[in-house]
């Protein structure tokens, strides 16, 4: 039954996410807001309400260690991933001048691998 309601609650979650996006779309069409602007706030809103939704029950109730640990959770992933994706689509060249005035602080063995 567990199985039954996980799979309904799937195909719900997935149906409601197509009728957000088309409606954002269709607030920036009707607005003449650039669809990227629309994806930056409105969809992004509603990608982080979730995490709004279990933050605020869980201070309500008094058990404020899931609401620090989703917050800290949800931005070590958020950044660890858009900087690991970023990083694997187009790596970021760094000129040694660069490492040279910017990290001086190196340990040995990494500084003689740049110098």
Do not use: C
Not at 8 to 35: N, Q
Not at 79 to 89: D, K, M, R
Request: charged content about 10%.
């Amino acid at each position: 039954m567990a199985y039954v309601l996980l799979l309904i609650g799937l195909i719900l979650l997935i149906k409601s996410a197509d009728y957000f996006i088309t409606g954002a779309s269709g607030i920036a069409k009707l607005l003449r807001i650039p669809p990227m602007l629309i994806g930056l706030t409105i969809v992004a809103f509603g990608t982080s309400s979730p995490e709004a939704a279990v933050s605020i029950n869980a201070s309500l109730k008094g058990v404020t260690g899931i609401t620090l640990g989703n917050v800290i959770g949800s931005n070590i992933i958020n950044i660890a991933f858009i900087i690991g994706l970023t990083a694997i689509i187009s790596p970021l060249r760094v000129e040694r001048e660069t490492i040279k005035k910017r990290f001086p602080l190196l340990s040995w063995p990494a500084l003689q691998y740049i110098y």
